[in-house]
């Protein structure tokens, strides 16, 4: 078999980039291991648009979030929820109410409270919070619409895929009995590990999410106070997260899971119970300056990565795609905070 692309990994990465490149008449064929090791399918998919300490807004963000609104919504997987920050002291009221003066935070909050129990009676908000306008992502139902499509289109392959196999030539790379006009790195967090992209400054991060039963009476917003809690309804809920930068595995932990519990209950006002339903484990593809790593290897042409997309992917993951889709097929620079030529390999 022939095909213009060969891309490793079916994460949101891989998908995305999947989808652009036949969009834009190219064939592909992806190989991917199960998701054995996809931070996809652990992650709640959020899209916050003030995060850290800092309550601060991310460069970009405008630009990032409207498109990954437009291509998520026609993807079926973009669900628009008001994300409520509880501030955790005076100085963190003081930033938020701060933002409401910036024009370009403006947008992404509807209200700022000063009490607790302003917008719910049930909640532990001391020092009052900030309402944004957010969203979150279903992506184990992106990830299984789009192996659906490469699988009838004969377009996926099941396999863990070792970059020894893959033979490059001027031409291209040859992979089992597959020939490809160039090879797309998009499997997460393993190029820090093996591969031809080792080099760049990755800094992967392990993190752990858990789904619950609760009997806490259902809310219409995200929860987020250092971790989060994602109401999925009928009791059910979502709750991480941790950083964890050693044990880089998909193995959880009793004592993430002791804490995530204890965090969530800790976010209401009364005794709530808790059963849990799921506990995962995934690594984020962190990177040092916190920009996706996009472009082509500087010693080989036809070997290229589309990953690097960190704790926010499914905001960078839309738009980026598209660019690195414009990149390999008409040859359109990238943006250069982003394209991996920004570090050179040692030596
Ligand atoms: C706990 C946690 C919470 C998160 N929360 C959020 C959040 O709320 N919002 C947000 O935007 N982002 C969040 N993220 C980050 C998000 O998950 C990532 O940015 C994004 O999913 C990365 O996608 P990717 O396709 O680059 O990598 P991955 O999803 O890891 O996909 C890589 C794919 O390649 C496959 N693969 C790897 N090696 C091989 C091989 N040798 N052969 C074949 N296949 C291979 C893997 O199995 C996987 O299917 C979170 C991550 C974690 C771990």
């Known amino acids: 078999m022939q095909v213009d692309f060969l891309i490793v990994g079916q994460g949101l990465a891989?998908?995305?980039?999947a989808r652009e490149l036949r969009r834009r008449?190219?064939?592909?064929?992806?190989?991917?291991?199960?998701?054995?090791s996809a931070s996809s399918q652990v992650a709640a998919g959020l899209m916050t648009p003030l995060t850290g300490r800092r309550f601060t807004l991310t460069k970009d963000y405008p630009e990032l979030f409207a498109a990954a609104q437009?291509?998520?919504?026609?993807?079926?997987?973009?669900?628009?929820?008001?994300?409520?920050?509880?501030?955790?002291?005076?100085?963190?009221?003081?930033?938020?109410?701060?933002?409401?003066?910036?024009?370009?935070?403006?947008?992404?909050?509807?209200r700022v409270t000063s009490a607790r129990g302003e917008l719910d009676a049930g909640l532990t908000d001391a020092f009052g919070g900030a309402l944004m306008n957010g969203a979150w992502v279903d992506l184990p139902k992106l990830l299984a619409d789009v192996r659906a499509e490469l699988l009838a289109a004969g377009n996926l392959t099941e396999a863990a895929f070792d970059p020894a196999e893959a033979a490059l030539f001027a031409e291209g790379v040859r992979w089992r009995t597959l020939r490809a006009g160039a090879i797309i790195y998009c499997d997460g967090y393993k190029s820090a590990l093996r591969g031809p992209f080792t080099y760049l400054p990755w800094q992967p991060a392990k993190g752990e999410a858990l789904t619950l039963r609760s009997d806490v009476p259902d809310k219409s917003f995200i929860l987020n106070r250092e971790g989060w809690a994602l109401p999925l309804g009928q009791g059910v809920w979502r709750t991480g997260t941790n950083w964890q930068w050693d044990q880089l595995d998909e193995i959880p932990t009793e004592p993430q899971k002791e804490k995530l519990i204890r965090r969530f209950r800790s976010y209401f006002g009364q005794d709530v119970s808790v059963e849990v339903?799921?506990?995962?484990?995934?690594?984020?593809?962190?990177?040092?300056?916190?920009?996706?790593?996009m472009g082509t290897h500087p010693q080989q042409p036809r070997t290229h990565l589309f990953g690097g997309l960190g704790p926010r992917g499914t905001v960078w993951a839309p738009l980026m795609a598209e660019e690195m889709g414009a990149y390999l097929c008409e040859g359109t620079p990238l943006r250069p905070e982003c394209n991996l030529s920004r570090f050179a390999p040692a030596g």
């Open 277 to 293: 339903a799921a506990h995962v484990a995934g690594v984020r593809p962190c990177t040092s300056d916190n920009h996706p790593f």
């Open 25 to 36: 008449g190219r064939t592909v064929h992806v190989v991917d291991d199960g998701w054995k």
């Open 14 to 17: 891989g998908s995305l980039l």
């Open 70 to 110: 437009a291509k998520l919504t026609e993807l079926g997987v973009f669900r628009p929820i008001k994300v409520y920050r509880m501030f955790v002291d005076d100085e963190q009221r003081a930033k938020g109410l701060k933002r409401t003066e910036c024009t370009s935070c403006q947008p992404f909050i509807a």
